[in-house]
């Protein structure tokens, strides 16, 4: 039986697993924009439903199954190190497919880290072979990580136009260029405040995004 039977919402469910886990808590709030930021995204293509929904707020689930010392590494990670991060889209794909029997909204989770030039992870999709869901949330992840949540490396984040223009140089290499066009106009149009007042206050972040 699928857990949407369970649970009304993605952020139900989400609240439900995270509670008793340090990891998930840790990125609750990162996991909770690139959500928002992926619904206005894929209505405005057309692709939205509620598996895209679950996929990206649990798009990181597959973190509860890494070492916190790795995912929360204040230098660069080493070659092991970046091959165990990059497993979690696989752990996560698990996740959802096996324990919480959403194979498709799994789909989407796996996929959001491969790359329209087939360089990305875990399987080399490129192009149009990974799911518009899984560009879509990888998309969304990518501005998110470089404008508010950058807890490794000791990067500094960028501002929102910045964060822009890495995405427009990064489009049909890293990025399906069509869909970061669309991302950018929706970005412009929400003009989006400092991130210091929304990025972990839910109630301001739910009226940011009160036009999903």
């Known amino acids: ?59 990181d689930i597959g973190k ?3 070492s916190k ?52 992870y875990p399987r080399g999709l490129k192009n149009e072979e990974t799911s518009i869901q899984g560009r879509i949330i990888g998309i969304c992840d990518a501005f998110d990580t470089m404008t508010i949540d950058r807890r490794n490396y000791n990067r500094r984040t960028l501002t929102y136009h910045d964060a822009i223009q890495e995405l427009e140089r990064c489009s049909w290499s890293q990025f399906d260029g069509e869909l970061v066009d669309v991302f950018i106009n929706l970005i412009n149009h929400l003009n989006l405040p400092s991130h210091e007042t929304w990025a972990e206050d839910e109630m301001r972040m739910n009226d940011i995004f009160k036009t999903e």
């Open 1 to 59: 039986m699928k857990s949407s039977v369970y649970f009304s919402t993605a952020e139900e469910l989400f609240n439900k697993i995270s509670q008793d886990n340090e990891v998930l808590r840790t990125f609750k709030y990162h996991s909770l924009r690139v959500m928002h930021f992926s619904v206005l995204l894929a209505k405005e293509v057309g692709c939205y439903d509620d598996d895209l929904r679950y996929a990206a707020l649990l798009h």
């Open 69 to 120: 010392d790795i995912l929360l590494k204040p230098t660069k990670l080493d070659e092991l190190e970046y091959q165990i991060i990059q497993a979690h889209s696989v752990i996560g794909n698990n996740i959802l497919r096996k324990t919480l029997d959403m194979p498709r909204a799994a789909i989407f989770v796996r996929d959001h880290h491969e790359r329209w030039d087939g360089e990305g």
């Open 64 to 66: 509860i199954g890494l």
